[in-house]
Structures are given as C-alpha cells and as structure tokens.
C-alpha cells in the first residue's frame, strides 16, 4: 500500500514527462500506485502495468519503470537484470518495497543497487528512487555509502514487523 507521500511522488514524476514518453510498471502493482501514475501523466504519455514476462511486449525504450514488490529473491532477480535495462540515460526507477522486503532488497543491492549503470536517488518510505546513469569509480562508493546509510530503516522495519506478529494473538 502507497502512502500519501509515495502516491505525490510518482503522481509528480509522471506529470514531467513530456509526450511522447512511455511509462511501465510491473511486478506486483498495487491499484494505488497505477492510479498516482495515470492521475499525473499528461495526454500522450503511455502508461502500461504489465506482467513481469511480458518485457517483450515493449517495443523502444522506457522513460519511467515502476517495478512493485515481488516475494521471492529470484522473481526480483530475475525482473532487475531484464526490465531495467531498457530505461534511457536518465530515466527514472521505482523500486516499492525497497528496504523493507528483504527478498526484494538483497536483489535490488545484488543487480541495480551495485551497478554502476544505476544512481540512487532518495527514498520516501519503502519507495525507492534510482536515475538511469553512468557512474565513476568514485561515484559508485558514494552511491553504496547512501544506500547502505538506508540500511538502519531497514533494520528498525524488520524488527518493528517481527515484534508487532508476536504481539498479535
């Protein structure tokens, strides 16, 4: 589920693309987060939610990929080394249960969050944001030091769920 916050942010990262741009999302997409989209996305910009397996289906490039949580470690593997290879030079990533799903999370560090194809950008709860970009040698440190700085949220998350379902009769 999108809070109000993530819901803006991809609402506002759909309203800058200018026509004739290309929206995807896949994985597990939550109604929520295609509805920000659409609700952001001017007249000409395409906006598909599709399945995982169908990456074949999308002719050209992608402006703006979404890809929502996905439960096991080799399903996120699997859609991060196929789908984001397709976003143009500085096109943008939404990652939603980053740092907060650890199967998601250790495919997103293991693929994207150490290429060097890939900058992360910011987090806005378990929303992450990458930029399509070509990272130096140092850049790349830089870019690890912020997403391992991510790391304690991730820890207090898991902690938090873990106690809340012994507390649950």
């Known amino acids: 589920m999108l809070t109000d916050a993530q819901a803006d942010r991809q609402k506002a990262c759909a309203r800058v693309q200018n026509p004739p741009a290309r929206i995807v999302m896949t994985g597990n997409v939550a109604p929520e987060a295609l509805a920000a989209v659409l609700a952001g996305a001017l007249p000409g910009v395409e906006v598909a939610a599709l399945p995982a397996s169908d990456i074949g289906t999308v002719d050209g490039s992608i402006d703006v990929l979404y890809i929502g949580p996905a439960s096991p470690y080799s399903a996120a593997v699997e859609m991060f080394q196929t789908w984001p290879g397709r976003v143009v030079p500085g096109g943008t990533l939404f990652v939603h249960g980053a740092f907060a799903l650890p199967p998601l999370t250790a495919a997103l560090l293991r693929t994207v969050g150490s290429s060097r194809g890939w900058r992360y950008f910011d987090r806005e709860g378990a929303l ?18 912020a997403q391992a700085a991510q790391l304690p949220w991730f820890a ?6 873990r106690l809340a379902r012994f507390r649950s009769p």
């Not at 992450?128 to 030091?145: C, K, N, P, Q, T």
């Not at 207090?156 to 769920?161: A, N």
């Open 128 to 145: 992450a944001e990458y930029v399509r970009a070509d990272l130096s040698h140092g850049e790349r440190v830089l870019d690890a030091i």
């Open 156 to 161: 207090r998350r898991l902690v938090r769920r």
